[in-house]
């Protein structure tokens, strides 16, 4: 009984209900109020229920027929009065009247029936069940008469048109299981039969039940004068973001066959027809049965629901519970975790064992305990804490019909709860609840020991269901997150399967495992929604999600990597959508050498040796250069490359592959013509190849040199041809075998424009050819781009004839006037067709890359003749060179050295990054930090004035060295 302390207050509410009431007319009600049988409870609800005792001031009458009579009897007469109201109905407004009506009385009369311990727990929520299924049957009941009277539906039997109508309301939840709370919404699930609803001929079925499930939520949820009778909740539909409110028999079984989720099994463990064809909805639930209930013991199951419960639960703290503002449902020891105790064990066995596949929470407790699941202790216990609860709760909302289930927070509204729910005061309201909620908490974490190496110390993260959990909010804006229900959203979407890389369990439960720690490896590095919505696009485009997961959860270190790319680099993001594996080669700790040529060379030839044929070959080239390229890329990002070994790296793998396919090319083309006699070919590397400096999106700089037997006029293949045409020939072929786009995409771009006559010429040039031409016909542009010209692939005995030849060509006297005029109007075309693009345009800016690059190549040309052994095609060697020579001041080369590797680690990093120019306004605090990290600055701002007094000084020593403006 409720403990009465405003005696004042009540007598105060009996006299306003007095003066309504006859007593001739309301015996019971006036004897009650005089002191007789259930004076205590009315005194209760005046004092502690605003909601109750305004249903009964508002309808003395129905206060009267509730005392005058036995609960379950007055229910009984309120459905039959609804009933035959709503069968009488001339319209949608005198049904929503009557359901309020219904839904009033119910309230009233199961209130004080609980309030009076007249009832116990399962007669409560099986009563507000009994209502709601009532309620929707009705309504629907209404709705298919209406339809039937417009000529759109053909009741097989008119006087029941509900039965074998096609369409299905699923009771979920605690509707489902007959654990209604006292001011629960609804949760349904509709469903429609295509192929057997009585529809009049022609009409489409979806549009037709989409519109009834439209109007039954209407009918039940609309505010009213009259008040509203449940709030309905759809979303527990397969994926709601994405589908009608009613959804056919056949996408529905195709969604939960093949991105059916876990906690869609446990939400289907209560699923039960309510309303509608009956028949209909069983045969559907029986048809689940292989996707709810496995076959063997589940615990791939449990290790979902077991990564579901560190999201929810992650932080493991055992801090003391407060009682003030503690959530009953969601909170430690809560109804969530007892209901989840049993679910998870359901899931488990049920495939095996049909007595653990009830509904009912303590039905399957006593089911658990009884197929030696859990203990007699625990089933009792847990039995008593779940009735104690669900009293509080009911009794929570029983005080203003809201849906909460949190505890007041203020001391004065905890008091008027406590003495509301039969407590003397707060302490011993607290007493009886915190032992509860221990007890709770004792036998939940028993059912998950092993914790797993995921479980993380940041808060709730909960993304399973329909609604966001305010826990969770709280958590993802802690870490940084600026639209928290955005991402839930977007991770919930995930598990729908909307993207064939989510379409597997595997991945799914993966991927469960993982959001924790890569929520958190997101916001360690800034702008996390950004960077989680380029995972959501990798995911999008993603063709398996298990691979990449499963690398992930056994490599939990790799996420940190993972948030980088997402963060700042998109161009490495793009590797892992087609590659997954790339991530591999960050565990390969022989990949640590990976600039040995050796280990390269190794490497490729075994991975082209797994090719079947010539375009397995190229399309292999193309996964291990790519995937070579990420190691690179992600090293670097996570600071364990030095941007200014990156170019060696990457200029090394080229070598390798443009080797490789040389041969493969050579084999291909000999088979058909054979080749010419004596036939030897080089390969100049020119450029950022030919000097080790290349980045993850230079072009190859390519010269193609070749020699033959002077009297050689054919090749001695089944096809002869004369060697020009071969030598030709193998070169487009090895053009194409390094940029044409295969199906894995294209290795490297090609530019032959360095060759002699650039594009006018052949593509393949006879060394004496080539010999004559740099000695009589070259630019100094030509001479310039010979100062980092290497042979990097072919004959070796040609190559160094090749060697020697540059060496001859680089160390002619040459005139000074001429070289300085040439080389500043060079740079002046330059600067004309491709700078003005700001102080971020490394390379061409005034000041920038090009200035380095022309003053170390122009000091060469002009004192090679002298000192030979200052000749080098790396630009940082040749400024030390040249200062070792004394043609280089000391201040000047320390400034130039300084620049170019600042220049040099910069680029790297953005051409790992985006590929192109940075433009700093689209770049994120991440980026910005990972160039301040590689520039060694401590701020962007520092860095933007590095960079501009650096551009500043090159450019004035390219005046001091080389003229001009």
């Known amino acids: 009984m409720i403990p009465i302390e405003d005696e004042r207050r009540a007598k105060s509410r009996f006299a306003d209900l007095a003066v309504r009431l006859d007593a001739a007319v309301q015996p019971a009600l006036a004897e009650a109020l005089e002191g007789g049988p259930g004076h205590d409870v009315l005194a209760g609800i005046a004092t502690g ?213 876990n906690w869609e099994r446990a939400a289907m463990i209560k699923a039960r027809p309510c309303a509608g064809d009956i028949e209909l909805g069983t045969r559907f639930l029986a048809g689940l049965t292989p996707f709810i209930w496995r076959r063997h013991l589940d615990y791939a199951a449990i290790a979902d629901v077991h990564a579901m419960k560190r999201q929810i639960h992650a932080h493991k703290g055992h801090e003391v519970i407060a009682v003030a503002g503690h959530n009953l449902k969601l909170g430690r020891g809560g109804i969530r975790e007892i209901e989840f105790f049993v679910q998870t064990q359901q899931l488990i066995a049920g495939g095996r064992n049909p007595d653990l596949r009830g509904r009912g929470t303590v039905e399957m407790l006593a089911a658990l305990q009884a197929a030696n699941w859990i203990t ?89 269901g329909k609604q966001d959990d305010p826990e969770t909010l709280k958590t993802l804006e802690r870490l940084g997150f600026a639209s928290p229900a955005q991402v839930t959203e977007m991770i919930r979407s995930w598990h729908f399967g909307r993207y064939p890389a989510m379409r597997s369990a595997k991945a799914r439960e993966d991927l469960t495992e993982l959001t924790p720690a890569l929520l958190q490896a997101l916001a360690r590095e800034g702008r996390p929604d950004k960077a989680l919505i380029v995972f959501d696009g990798l995911l999008s485009r993603m063709p398996s999600g298990y691979q990449l997961f499963s690398i992930l959860r056994n490599n939990t270190r790799l996420l940190d990597v993972i948030a980088r790319i997402l963060g700042v680099a998109p161009r490495l993001s793009e590797v892992l959508v087609r590659r997954p594996h790339a991530l591999d080669g960050l565990l390969d700790h022989g990949a640590e050498a990976g600039h040995s040529k050796d280990w390269l060379r190794r490497r490729l030839a075994s991975t082209l040796a797994s090719g079947e044929n010539y375009e397995d070959k190229l399309d292999l080239a193309r996964i291990f250069a790519r995937e070579r390229i990420f190691v690179l890329g992600a090293r670097l990002l996570s600071g364990e490359l030095d941007p200014l070994a990156a170019g060696a790296q990457i200029s090394s793998l080229a070598e390798a592959i443009v080797q490789d396919l040389l041969a493969l090319v050579c084999a291909e083309l000999k088979q058909a013509h054979g080749m010419p006699p004596g036939a030897r070919i080089g390969i100049l590397g020119m450029g950022k190849l030919g000097g080790r400096e290349m980045t993850a999106s230079s072009d190859l700089d390519l010269i193609v040199l070749y020699d033959h037997d002077s009297d050689a006029c054919e090749t001695d293949g089944p096809r002869p041809i004369a060697p020009s045409v071969w030598f030709a020939r193998l070169t487009q072929r090895l053009i194409a075998a390094l940029s044409a786009p295969t199906a894995q995409g294209t290795l490297f771009s090609v530019d032959m424009r360095l060759r002699p006559s650039g594009q006018k010429g052949p593509v393949a040039i006879q060394v004496d050819g080539f010999r004559d031409y740099q000695h009589k016909e070259a630019w100094t542009w030509e001479h310039m781009a010979m100062t980092r010209a290497r042979p990097i692939a072919g004959d070796v005995a040609l190559g160094e004839v090749i060697r020697g030849t540059i060496a001859e060509i680089l160390t002619v006297r040459r005139d000074p006037a001429k070289i300085h005029k040439d080389v500043i109007e060079m740079r002046t075309l330059l600067e004309k067709e491709k700078g003005g693009r700001g102080t971020w345009d490394l390379k061409n800016t005034a000041g920038g890359l090009v200035d380095i ?113």
């Open 376 to 464: 007699e202790e625990a089933r009792d216990e847990l039995i008593q804490a779940y009735d104690f609860l669900r009293g509080l709760e009911h009794r929570l909302q029983m005080m203003t019909d809201e849906q909460t289930h949190s505890l007041p927070e203020s001391k004065t509204a905890l008091k008027e709860f406590a003495r509301f729910a039969g407590y003397a005061d707060v302490a011993a309201l607290s007493k009886a609840l915190i032992g509860r909620l221990e007890t709770v908490q004792r036998h939940y974490a028993r059912l998950f020991e092993a914790s797993a190496p995921l479980a993380s110390d940041i808060g709730s993260l909960v993304f399973t």
């Open 853 to 965: 690059e022309f003053i170390a190549q122009t000091l060469q040309l002009l004192h090679a003749a002298d000192h030979p052994q200052m000749l080098d095609t790396n630009t940082g060697r040749a400024l030390d060179k040249a200062l070792e020579a004394g043609v280089l001041a000391n201040t000047a080369h320390e400034r130039l050295s300084e620049a170019w590797r600042l220049y040099t680690a910069l680029s790297q990093a953005i051409r790992f990054c985006v590929g192109g120019n940075l433009d700093p306004d689209k770049t994120s605090e991440a980026g910005k930090a990972l160039l301040c990290r590689v520039a060694e600055c401590s701020d962007f701002d520092e860095l933007n004035s590095l960079i501009a007094v650096t551009q500043t000084r090159i450019r004035e020593i390219f005046r001091q060295v080389i003229g001009g403006k």
């Open 49 to 261: 229920s605003p909601f109750l005792w305004g249903l009964g001031l508002s309808d003395p009458q129905r206060l009267e027929r509730i005392l005058a009579g036995t609960p379950e009897a007055v229910l009984a007469e309120a459905m039959a009065r609804a009933e035959a109201r709503c069968r009488e109905a001339a319209d949608a407004a005198e049904v929503m009247r009557a359901l309020r009506f219904l839904k009033q009385e119910a309230a009233l009369l199961i209130g004080l029936a609980d309030l009076n311990c007249s009832w116990q727990l399962a007669d409560v929520t099986g009563a507000l069940t009994r209502v709601a299924d009532e309620s929707v049957r009705l309504a629907l009941c209404y709705l298919l008469r209406e339809a039937a009277d417009a000529g759109r539906f053909i009741p097989p039997v008119s006087a029941h048109p509900d039965r074998g109508c096609g369409f299905v309301a699923l009771a979920m939840g605690k509707q489902g299981a007959f654990e209604l709370n006292y001011s629960s919404d609804i949760d349904l699930i509709v469903l429609y039969d295509p192929d057997t609803a009585p529809l009049r001929e022609g009409l489409e079925p979806a549009p037709f039940f989409v519109r009834l499930t439209q109007g039954l939520v209407k009918l039940l949820s609309e505010r009213t004068a009259d008040g509203y009778v449940f709030r309905v909740d759809l979303r527990l539909r397969p994926d709601p973001g994405a589908t009608a409110v009613a959804i056919s028999l056949p996408a529905a079984y195709s969604y939960y066959e093949s991105v059916g989720q």
